[in-house]
Structures are given as structure tokens and as C-alpha cells.
């Protein structure tokens, strides 16, 4: 019973030591960001897919940036949109939508702090510097 006991503690010490340090829960704020980053992902992909339906053309543009207050609006948008509802990917991008826009609203709702309001800030998005090698 002994040797079965050590070696579980081993193996408890073990796992422990194992994890990283920095494994903290995720918080409001980096849920929403890393949500927020698959839509905008997840919609580009949706954009430059040849099989997709023709409707998806007709979508609104969906770049999110959870700092901008006028990304309530932009989700919103988005979800009530009622082109493309036989279309799975977009049907799964909405739902996707639907709950940051919920995590938005209710359970982030005072931890997030709009940086601006610049609701012609998320129709043509900044691309990012490209790096030279």
C-alpha cells in the first residue's frame, strides 16, 4: 500500500510541476479579445473560399475590435443579417457572433472599456505592418 501511496504523490508532483506557473483562468477581457479574433479569422476565411455560396458576397463586413463601442452594433448587424441562412459556415459565424455579443453585454459588461466610437473604424480595417526580412 506504501510503494502505491509514494508513487501517487510522485505522480501529483510531477503533473504539478508540469503545468506553467502563468495558468490563470481566462478573463472576460482575453475571452472576448480571442473570440472577437476567430470571427474576424473565421470571416476573411469565409470571404476567399471558392466553395461557399454566392450570397456570402452580400454580407455585411464583419472586422470587430472590441475597443470600438460600435462593435455592439456590428455584431448586431451581423446576426440579423437574413441573407445566407442555408450557408453552415454562415450560419456558425452568427452563432459565434451571437454569443461574444452576449459576453459583450452581460457578463463583461463592467470590466470593458471602449476606447472610442468610431463606427467607420470597423468597415475598412487596418491591415497590419508588414514585416520586411
Avoid at 510503494?3 to 482575453?30: D, E, G, N, R
Avoid at 466553395?51 to 456570402?56: E, P, R
Avoid at 470593458?112 to 466610437?117: A, E, G, P
Amino acid at each position: 500500500k506504501l510503494p502505491t501511496m509514494k508513487m501517487l504523490l510522485l505522480l501529483m508532483a510531477l503533473l504539478s510541476a508540469a503545468l506553467p506557473a502563468s495558468a490563470a483562468p481566462p478573463t472576460c477581457y482575453s475571452r472576448v479579445l480571442s473570440l472577437s479574433k476567430e470571427i474576424t479569422e473565421s470571416f476573411k476565411e469565409l470571404q476567399t473560399s471558392k466553395t461557399v455560396d454566392s450570397c456570402v458576397e452580400t454580407l455585411p463586413r464583419l472586422y470587430l475590435d472590441i475597443h470600438n463601442y460600435c462593435v455592439l452594433a456590428k455584431l448586431r448587424d451581423f446576426v440579423a443579417y437574413p441573407g445566407c441562412d442555408r450557408v453552415d459556415e454562415v450560419n456558425e459565424l452568427k452563432e459565434k457572433a451571437r454569443s461574444l455579443y452576449t459576453i459583450l453585454i452581460s457578463y463583461c459588461r463592467r470590466d470593458l472599456v471602449f476606447l472610442t466610437d468610431d463606427c467607420n473604424a470597423l468597415e475598412i480595417p487596418i491591415s497590419p505592418p508588414i514585416e520586411h526580412s
